[in-house]
Antibody, heavy 122, light 107 residues
Framework: EVQLVESGGGLVQPGGSLRLSCAAS????????MSWVRQAPGKGLEWVSA????????YYADSVKGRFTISRDNSKNTLYLQMNSLRAEDTAVYYC???????????????WGKGTTVTVSS | AIRMTQSPSSFSASTGDRVTITCRAS??????LAWYQQKPGKAPKLLIY???TLQSGVPSRFSGSGSGTDFTLTISCLQSEDFATYYC?????????FGQGTKLEIK
């Protein structure tokens, strides 16, 4: 069964850091680009970041550029999101999602994890 | 960034109704459009990609159409499990962007 399981969410103070993980199973992880998408409480979906299957190309939304870093370990079938300098507006459920191909461009997201909640508050 | 605008933002319908949701892109995106369904407390679920291709396992009462800037999602005969929020998303030009969502409620 194809599955994505996020972890690492929690409560963090403004200015703090957090690293999210997404464990993949049931498919050849390195063959697919991956994305992070977030959803603030009561709001819509916002794409955050993406990485190619090889890990050689990364992409960020302007709202997180310079603060968040996406990476992957294909030997561990795991995707990461390192979040630094967190702000209240980063509070959201963070989903990892598989892109339907190995590059970021021109592929939709066909498999989603259940999400992990990040709360930035003092 | 390409702006995606859905209409309506919410509406009420009854089981058995035929429902259409519209999504408009601020510039042409060819057919690089997906539709997702999200239920409260759950992750989004892919329904349609490439504007009109039904994802495996999705009931045939769901259909999509359009290209360029104007797209529609149609549910031909609403079932109780279809009451949810629906999002369109363009994946033509980075950053990929979502519509604001359409909440479908039971009348």
């Amino acid at each position: 069964e194809v599955q994505l399981v996020e972890s690492g969410g929690g409560l963090v103070q403004p200015g703090g850091s957090l690293r999210l993980s997404c464990a993949a199973s049931g498919f050849t992880f390195s063959s697919y680009a991956m994305s992070w998408v977030r959803q603030a409480p009561g709001k819509g979906l916002e794409w955050v970041s993406a990485i190619s299957g090889s890990g050689g190309s990364t992409y960020y939304a302007d709202s997180v550029k310079g603060r968040f870093t996406i990476s992957r370990d294909n030997s561990k079938n795991t995707l990461y999101l390192q979040m630094n300098s967190l702000r209240a507006e980063d509070t959201a459920v963070y989903y990892c999602a598989r892109k339907a191909g190995d590059t970021y461009y021109y592929y939709y997201m066909d498999v989603w994890g259940k999400g992990t909640t990040v709360t930035v508050s003092s | 960034a390409i702006r995606m605008t859905q209409s309506p933002s919410s509406f009420s319908a009854s089981t058995g109704d035929r429902v259409t949701i519209t999504c408009r892109a601020s510039q042409g995106i060819s057919s690089y459009l997906a539709w997702y369904q999200q239920k409260p407390g759950k992750a989004p679920k892919l329904l349609i990609y490439a504007a009109s291709t039904l994802q495996s396992g999705v009931p045939s009462r769901f259909s999509g159409s359009g290209s360029g800037t104007d797209f529609t999602l149609t549910i031909s005969c609403l079932q109780s499990e279809d009451f949810a929020t629906y999002y369109c998303q363009q994946y033509y030009s980075p950053p990929e962007t979502f519509g604001q969502g359409t909440k479908l409620e039971i009348k």
